[in-house]
Structure formats: C-alpha cells, structure tokens
C-alpha cells in the first residue's frame, strides 16, 4: 500500500467521518450562536454610536466608539487567548456535556465568548452603515407622530437597517465560520481542532503505522472542502439577495 492510498482509506473509516462531522456540527454551533449573539450586542453599540451624542448620553457614545475600535483593529486569536485565561465560566460547565469533560466545554464557552466579542465589533459597524442609510425624515416622521425614540428606533428604522444589510450580514456570517477555525489553537473541539486530533492519530488508521504528508493533504483538503461548500453555499445566497435587491431598486 502506498502511502496515499492508506491516506485515503481513512476516508473509509465511519469513526473518523463520524468525528469530523461533529466537529462540522460544532463548528456552525460556534458560529451561529456568535452571530446571534454579536447582531444583538452590535445592534446596541451600533445605535450607542449614532444616537447617544448629548450631554447626558455621551458617555455611553464614548464606551461604543472604544469597544468598535479595539476589537476591530486587534486580531481574534489575542482575544481568543485572553478570554481563554481570564474568562469566567459559569458552573453549569462544570460537567460533561453534549459528549464532551468539563475542560473542552469550559475552553468551548471562553472561545466562544472571544469570537462574539470580535465579531460584535465588526457587525456594529455594518449596523451603523445600515442606520445611516435610513432617511433622517423617517425619525422626524415617527416624532411627528408622537412616537417615542423607543418605539421609532423599533418600528421604523431598525426594519430598514437590517432589510439593507442582510448581504453584508451574510458574509459576515461567511467570515466568522472562517474565523472559527482560530480556536483550534486552543483545543477547542470544532472542525479544525478534530481535523489537527485525527492527523496526529493518522499512523493508527491509515495501515502505515506512520504519518505522512499525504496524510496532510487528504485530511486537511476534506476540511478545506467542508468549509468550501458551506461559506459557498451562503456566498451564493449573498449573491442572490444582491440580485433581488438590484432587481427591486
């Protein structure tokens, strides 16, 4: 057997597909949740940013600016390992879940924090771009209606922002799955932290008792291509809203 077929025949081994296709499912857990989350959080420091400019409210336009500067202008992987040594963790964690100790779940919850503080930065900034692009005729209409700030920046503008910035959302979803792929550094358990566990395990299943750089390419290359399919997959759906919303306007 050469050394590329026993790099292939690992393809055959249910373990090992079955092992990275977890990492896959945690690998768009990871990803979603810190969309979510950092759409919300952006969301407030987006509004922080455009709205808080008086006397009273200046302070909390001042804390957005700096939090939009910092995360944005370091990279994730020093926020990654900062969180991963100073980051809290609730108790619950403290136990094994989801088929995973106490360790991995307490590192997956501090990387995960570290993302969603990132990429919160990023979307604050996308949200911000939305805002603008709203008419400031629309605040002074609500006003005129006798609708509070609240209820103006709920049902009127907000509606618009993200019905503007829902491709730019997307491929910022494309980048954080990306993204992702740094908490391998810190033994998370997502697709590139499994891909890098099976290499190093690759002289017991690929019939060879060695590891080789063939063993490299097809392991790394299956990952390479999982990813491929998904961000392309969004980034055909970013190109389809572009199309829709040129096609509208």
């Known amino acids: 057997m050469n050394t590329l077929d026993g790099s292939l025949s690992m393809l055959k081994n249910p373990a090992i597909i079955k092992f990275l296709m977890q990492g896959v499912l ?3 857990i990871i990803s979603v949740s810190a969309v979510f989350f950092s759409i919300a959080i952006g969301t407030v420091l987006a509004l922080m940013r455009n709205y808080c400019a008086g006397k009273r409210t200046g302070i909390l336009k001042a804390v957005s600016v700096i939090y939009i500067e910092m995360f944005r202008n370091t990279p994730l992987l020093f926020w990654i390992f900062i969180c991963v040594v100073f980051c809290p963790v609730p108790g619950f964690l403290d136990r094994q879940m989801f088929g995973l100790s106490s360790v991995n779940n307490k590192l997956l919850f501090k990387a995960a924090v570290a993302l969603i503080l990132y990429t919160s930065g990023v979307i604050a900034e996308i949200v911000r771009g939305g805002l603008n692009s709203v008419a400031h005729g629309q605040v002074e209409a609500g006003q ?81 291509a999982i990813y491929f399919v998904i961000n392309f997959s969004l980034s055909l759906t970013v190109r389809s809203m572009q199309k829709r919303k040129t096609g509208r306007t």
């Open 144 to 224: 005129s209606q006798g609708f509070s700030m609240l209820h103006i920046m709920w049902y009127i503008v907000l509606p618009q922002t993200f019905r503007a910035i829902v491709p730019t959302l997307l491929s910022q979803v494309i980048t954080t799955i990306k993204d992702s792929s740094f908490l391998a550094n810190v033994a998370v358990i997502e697709l590139m932290a499994r891909t890098k566990q099976v290499l190093s395990a690759a002289n017991r299943y690929n019939g060879l008792n060695s590891i080789n750089v063939s063993d490299v390419f097809v392991l790394f290359g299956v990952a390479a």
């Open 26 to 28: 945690f690998t768009l």
